[in-house]
């Protein structure tokens, strides 16, 4: 069984930054590639950034230049850094790893998503 876990969300002001982490839990043989959605009001959920096992990152159009991806495969975590947030950035956040455990394929799996609003 594998549990992934958000935190980070929360409320900040347009030009803020935000920083979002989401941990692997479980008996995990390994995890592939993680990344990270988002899901505005009335639209439909969208890649945010994903990053391999090997670190290879792939960001959206629209955060390039802002946002950062990174992971810790010691700890089975990965992060989002959000920098010069914008209002347009107001989203829930969810987390997504591609999971190989000890009894299955490589399974995917998603965090309980953590809401990030950006206003003033």
């Known amino acids: 069984q594998v549990q992934l876990v958000e935190s980070g969300g929360g409320l900040v002001q347009p030009g803020g930054s935000l920083g979002l982490s989401c941990a692997a839990s479980g008996s995990i043989f390994s995890v592939n590639t993680m990344g990270w959605y988002r899901q505005a009001p009335g639209k439909q959920r969208e890649l945010v950034a994903t990053?391999?096992?090997?670190?290879?990152?792939n960001y959206a159009d629209s955060v390039k230049g802002r946002f950062t991806i990174s992971r810790d495969n010691a700890k089975n975590t990965v992060y989002l850094q959000m920098n010069n947030l914008k209002p347009e950035d107001t989203a829930v956040y969810y987390c997504h790893a591609f999971i190989r455990t000890m009894n299955s394929g490589l399974i995917g799996n998603w965090g309980q998503g953590t809401q990030v609003t950006v206003s003033s």
């Open positions: 990053i391999t096992s090997f670190g290879s990152t």
